[in-house]
């Protein structure tokens, strides 16, 4: 089982900046991949950004240029810097992470972090 704890969510201005982080914890023997999801009221769930432990990152077209995904290995952290923020940046933010654990490849979600841009 793994444990993913989020933070850094909260209220930005448009044209401003918001950090996450999502750090892993538990049975992990390794990770194959950390990211970050984000879901909107009435929307479906959407890849924000993905990065794969060989540092192969993917964005979706929305947030190229704007966000920047980077991860602490020693750490198991994930990071989102979110720049020039949009109100359509408001969602929900999962973490995600893709993992081996003993019993075989897993995959968790964090419990979530609100984000709310403001114009």
């Known amino acids: 089982q793994v444990q993913l704890v989020e933070s850094g969510g909260g209220l930005g201005q448009a044209g401003g900046s918001l950090r996450l982080s999502c750090a892993a914890s538990g049975s992990i023997l390794s990770i194959n991949a950390m990211g970050w999801y984000r879901q909107a009221p009435g929307k479906q769930r959407e890849l924000v950004a993905h990065?794969?432990?060989?540092?192969?990152?993917n964005y979706a077209d929305s947030v190229k240029g704007r966000f920047t995904i980077s991860r602490d290995y020693a750490r198991n952290t994930v990071y989102l810097q979110m720049n020039s923020l949009k109100p359509e940046d408001t969602a929900v933010y999962y973490c995600?992470?893709?993992?081996?654990?003993?019993?075989?490849?897993?995959?968790?979600w964090g419990q979530g972090t609100q984000v709310t841009v403001s114009s």
């Open positions: 990065m794969t432990s060989g540092s192969r990152t």
């Open positions: 995600n992470v893709d993992y081996n654990h003993y019993a075989g490849p897993r995959t968790g």
